[in-house]
């Protein structure tokens, strides 16, 4: 595999680069923060997307130190932001593999990078997927409390496509869930679909008793954020507001929609 071979020195030669996708508050329009998408600028294949190399790098274990890089930068650019901001402080949101999650050092170094960058732990959630937490046993839920005990937010991402075992939710430290796009995708239809319209209101209800946020995914209409809004979602993410892109452009978004 060529990617295998070039994946290693990538880091190294400066290679990745991150998009940031604005996370935008339902009530007023506001932008809360971001999530960091990461990208490999590949010299001969152009730009990849992590799902042609996330796995790869999960596998060859370079996901520790590429994970370790898009938090630091992550989180540098959020204090930038919130320098160059007015406004409330924007957040910033990193996704975590499982891979990371059973690192030991983690929650060392994440305190560490928050630490250098001069970035209060709150304005820092870690999104980790419900597929990755399948079984969850201590040794993922030890790292999990210690980021929360930090002040950290944890996300559950991806939230209905895994295999979520309800009773995870009471014991994990989480603060919010992510919606999946394929429950907002009956939304676009014109009159919404109902049935979702339901599932939404009861993933709301359930998510606001156990005091979690919650942020949809995948919002490419106006019609669908109205919707949201009205069933209660909190925060909405999607192509309707802005697609990734670099992080200037946020700051520019957000002082055209305060
Ligand atoms: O960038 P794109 O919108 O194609 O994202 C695809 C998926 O890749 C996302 O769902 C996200 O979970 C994952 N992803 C993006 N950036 C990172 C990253 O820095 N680390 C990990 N582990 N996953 C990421
Ligand atoms: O895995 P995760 O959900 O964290 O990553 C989000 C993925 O969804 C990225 O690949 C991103 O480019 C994509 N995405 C973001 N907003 C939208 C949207 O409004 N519609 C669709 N179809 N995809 C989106
Ligand atoms: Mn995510
Ligand atoms: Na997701």
């Not at 990371?100 to 050092?105: G, H, I, K, T, V």
């Not at 990078?113 to 937490?133: D, F, I, M, N, Y």
């Not at 942020?215 to 993410?237: F, I, K, P, S, W």
Request: net charge negative; proline share 7%.
């Amino acid at each position: 595999h060529g990617l295998t071979n070039s994946l290693p020195t990538a880091l190294e030669r400066g290679e990745f680069f991150i998009e940031y996708q604005p996370l935008v508050r339902l009530s007023d329009g506001t932008v809360h923060g971001a999530e960091a998408l990461v990208r490999w600028c590949h010299p001969l294949r152009g730009v990849l997307g992590p799902d042609q190399f996330i796995p790869l790098a999960e596998n060859t274990g370079l996901i520790v130190p590429l994970g370790r890089w898009v938090l630091g930068e992550a989180v540098r650019q959020a204090r930038a932001w919130q320098f160059a901001d007015g406004e409330g402080p924007l957040r910033v949101n990193v996704n975590l593999s499982p891979f990371q999650l059973r690192y030991p050092d983690l929650v060392r170094d994440t305190a560490e990078v928050l630490k250098e960058a001069g970035l209060e732990p709150t304005a820092l959630c870690l999104e980790v997927t419900e597929s990755a937490l399948i079984g969850a046993d201590e040794t993922l839920l030890r790292p999990l409390r210690q980021l929360a005990d930090l002040g950290v937010d944890i996300a559950l991402d991806d939230f209905g496509t895994g295999y979520s075992n309800l009773s995870n939710l009471r014991r994990m430290p989480l603060s919010a869930l992510k919606l999946d796009r394929s429950f907002t995708r009956g939304m676009q239809q014109d009159p919404a679909d109902p049935v979702d319209l339901k599932i939404v209101e009861g993933v709301v209800a359930l998510a606001h008793t156990l005091d979690l946020a919650v942020t949809v995914e995948g919002v490419e209409t106006g019609a669908q954020a109205e919707h949201l809004r009205v069933l209660g979602c909190d925060t909405a993410q999607g192509w309707y507001y802005a697609r990734p892109g670099p992080p200037d452009r946020l700051h520019a978004l957000s002082l055209v929609d305060a």
